[in-house]
């Protein structure tokens, strides 16, 4: 077992997955019968991670049943889910942010190729994938020697966000003061993606891009999208 723990972004309200998300959770929805948010944790705890947290939000109490099948599971409230932007998950999991070394996971991820959990990482890093051409996601811009520059949105022939970072404890904990401080001035931080406070802090955290590949891991966004990964979700297309 590592001394690793990690945090999922389980609280949104996933609406561009309706009519689903209507009565369940995005991370909860099943890709070949095994819940999206599962597939992160199993990943996770093939890693020896020593504990993880799920911040909870929209439709909160059906992940109850996780923190009964996971002895190394803990479920935080985000109560500003509806209100304030994904800052706000991590913001509800600051008690435990910068203790240790900690992933930072989206929880509305099929992860196909578990083995991406059992990497050595000795930076902070976000896991990244290369894509060729222009992109107006999250991308990572790098220097010469590879150190992360910036986190944003657009970008050409570069790195990828794809849903899960993982940060040393001292960059956690710089992480976690970072936030603690935008909450300290509200109007400053509501429509802000926690990623959004990393580009602010890049100066300060030594942060590189672990490479992965597009069939490793997928973010599912839509009906259509999960519909083309599960035939079995066809008839909601």
């Known amino acids: 077992m590592t001394n690793e723990i990690a945090i999922l972004m389980a609280a949104g309200m996933g609406t561009r997955m309706a009519?689903?998300?209507?009565?369940?959770?995005?991370?909860?929805?099943?890709?070949?019968?095994?819940?999206?948010?599962?597939?992160?944790?199993?990943?996770?705890?093939?890693?020896?991670?020593?504990?993880?947290?799920?911040?909870?939000?929209?439709?909160?109490?059906?992940?109850?049943?996780?923190?009964?099948?996971?002895?190394?599971?803990?479920?935080i409230r985000n109560h500003e889910y509806a209100t304030v932007n994904n800052i706000s998950s991590v913001h509800a999991a600051i008690p435990v942010l910068g203790n240790e070394d900690c992933f930072i996971c989206e929880a509305d991820l099929y992860v196909s190729d578990p083995s991406i959990f059992s990497a050595r990482l000795e930076h902070s890093c976000y896991y990244g994938i290369m894509v060729k051409g222009h992109s107006d996601d999250w991308v990572f811009e790098r220097d010469k020697d590879g150190r992360i520059t910036r986190v944003g949105k657009g970008g050409d022939d570069c790195f990828n966000m794809c849903g899960v970072a993982w940060f040393r404890k001292d960059d956690a904990k710089k992480l976690a003061d970072a936030i603690e401080k935008k909450y300290a001035r509200p109007g400053t931080y509501e429509n802000l993606f926690w990623d959004d406070v990393v580009n602010e802090e890049i100066r300060n955290i030594d942060l590189t891009v672990h490479e992965i590949f597009g069939d490793q891991i997928v973010e599912i966004d839509s009906v259509p999208e999960l519909e083309r990964i599960d035939p079995r979700y066809k008839e909601y297309n």
Not at 31 to 42: A, N, Q
């Open 19 to 75: 009519p689903l998300t209507d009565r369940i959770p995005k991370p909860l929805v099943r890709v070949f019968g095994e819940p999206m948010i599962e597939t992160l944790i199993e990943g996770l705890e093939a890693r020896g991670v020593k504990h993880i947290y799920v911040v909870i939000g929209y439709l909160g109490e059906q992940f109850r049943s996780l923190a009964k099948k996971y002895d190394n599971l803990t479920l």
